[in-house]
């Protein structure tokens, strides 16, 4: 299974980037994990800008979503919602064949349990058709990280690893047809 992790923090010492990485620790067998790191490339979503061709970041986050059989995301909650960099990819993305349909775990590490950008994201990405498997809410610390900015609790990787097994099961379940 090749995943696409998208955080949607720009944050460069990210607790959700952290909580992705994480995941490659505990994946299942066979799962190959790549982080996006173009979310702050992309330019502000325009329909005038979503035609041939479109910009590069856009088409390069397109093309790795196409390669990937599955999605994750993580974020932060900003305001009671998501960040604006997350819901700009997700814009860039409405008008795509690429994610139709895709299995996408969505999870998300934040002090105060995102909560509201968690139902946000919910909502938009089943509204692009997205498979969304709900890995939960994960609230930690910075102090559950280590130096280097891993997850060491016991208890958040084990959650991570039932999310990924999930997430390897959508994969494995027929597509429904379009």
């Not at 997350?86 to 795509?96: H, R, Y």
């Not at 709900?134 to 991570?160: I, M, P, Q």
């Amino acid at each position: 299974m090749n995943v696409l992790a998208i955080p949607g923090s720009l944050r460069a010492t990210s607790s959700n980037a952290a909580l992705l990485r994480a995941a490659a620790r505990v994946a299942p067998p066979g799962t190959a994990i790549t982080l996006y790191d173009g979310l702050g490339e992309l330019p502000h979503f325009s329909p005038d800008l979503d035609v041939d061709p479109i910009p590069p970041a856009v088409a390069a986050l397109r093309a790795q979503i196409g390669a990937a059989d599955a999605l994750a995301i993580s974020s932060p909650e900003y305001a009671h919602g998501m960040p604006g960099s997350l819901k700009n990819a997700l814009d860039w993305l409405v008008s795509a064949l690429e994610p139709i349909a895709k299995p996408v775990l969505l999870v998300s590490a934040s002090p105060g349990g995102a909560a509201h950008a968690h139902a946000q994201l919910l909502e938009v990405l089943r509204t692009m058709n997205l498979r969304v498997i709900d890995g939960g809410a994960h609230v930690f610390s910075r102090a559950k990280l280590d130096a280097s900015g891993a997850v060491t609790t016991l208890d958040l990787l084990a959650a991570l690893s039932a999310g990924f097994a999930r997430l390897a099961e959508a994969c494995a379940a027929k597509q429904p047809s379009l």
